[in-house]
Nanobody, 125 residues
Framework: QVQLVESGGGLVQAGGSLRLSCAAS????????MGWYRQAPGKQRELVAR???????????NYADSVKGRFTISRDNAKNTVYLQMNSLKPEDTAVYYC???????????????WGQGTQVTISS
């Protein structure tokens, strides 16, 4: 069984920073992609940042236009952990942030997608 544990959410003032983390555990053979999504009240869930790795897919990092230059996604492969460093936060960044991981389980030639429980990020003006 795979588990994703998110942490780092909270309440900060506009212009402040937060660092989210998401650790994956279980019988994981390989993590192909890790990303962050968010959902604000009354809105659809949207991609915030996503990073992929490996051949033949290669490696790349994508960000939503609204967070480019402010957010940075990174990975610690040894810990199966993805981070989201959020700087210059704005009130419109307020949302529940969800970690998503695409991975291959040990002994299975299939890709599975898992979601974290979500962590609340609230930015006050």
């Amino acid at each position: 069984q795979v588990q994703l544990v998110e942490s780092g959410g909270g309440l900060v003032q506009a212009g402040g920073s937060l660092r989210l983390s998401c650790a994956a555990s279980g019988s994981i053979f390989s993590i192909l992609a890790m990303g962050w999504y968010r959902q604000a009240p009354g809105k659809q869930r949207e991609l915030v940042a996503r990073t992929t790795s490996g051949i033949p897919s290669g490696s790349n990092t994508n960000y939503a236009d609204s967070v480019k230059g402010r957010f940075t996604i990174s990975r610690d492969n040894a810990k199966n952990t993805v981070y989201l460093q959020m700087n210059s936060l704005k009130p419109e960044d307020t949302a529940v942030y969800y970690c998503n991981v695409d991975l291959v389980l040990a002994g299975q030639p299939l890709v599975y997608s898992y979601w974290g429980q979500g962590t609340q990020v609230t930015i006050s003006s």
